[in-house]
């Protein structure tokens, strides 16, 4: 997580729901799972399921091989080697349910790999998000 000592974040927050209405599509954020996290949790094409934790703007992962989109996020190497998954969520967080993280190459938690630059945002709590696209190995979002 980043250090928000000293800055105005209701202000940010603000400013980043702002950007994610000014594109949906591309600004929105999206969620990327593994194909085995999506099976665990019955994700099929158009389902919606609850989700949490980190996202970031699709235009980040959008057209993106799987092998790339790992590296943009920061994910361990080979978490989408067997495929993936993208979760739309289907409403934009409040200010209160989410939390800033800067960007994948400073990692949002320990353990995780430095990504290649996406924004993030860590969501707080259970938001609805519909499965939009299911990606097999070596495919692309």
């Known amino acids: 997580m980043i250090n928000t000592a000293g800055l105005n974040v209701p202000r940010i927050k603000q400013q980043v729901v702002a950007y994610w209405m000014q594109d ?6 999206v969620k990327v799972i593994s194909a085995a996290r999506a099976a665990s949790l019955g994700a099929k094409l158009g389902a919606v399921i609850p989700v949490g934790g980190c996202v970031v703007s699709a235009k980040f992962v959008l057209g993106r091989p799987l092998a790339a989109a790992e ?3 920061g994910l ?10 993208l979760l739309r969520l289907t409403r934009f967080p409040s200010a209160n349910e989410f ?12 353990g995780y790999p430095t990504g290649l630059g996406s924004n993030q945002w860590v969501v707080t709590t259970q938001i609805p998000a519909k499965v939009e696209k299911l990606v097999g190995p070596g495919g692309t979002f």
């Open 24 to 29: 949906p599509r591309m600004n929105g954020p």
């Open 99 to 110: 939390d800033l993280a800067g960007y994948t190459n400073v990692p949002a938690y320990p």
């Open 76 to 85: 361990n190497p080979g978490e989408l080697s067997a495929g993936g998954a």
């Open 71 to 73: 590296k943009i996020l």
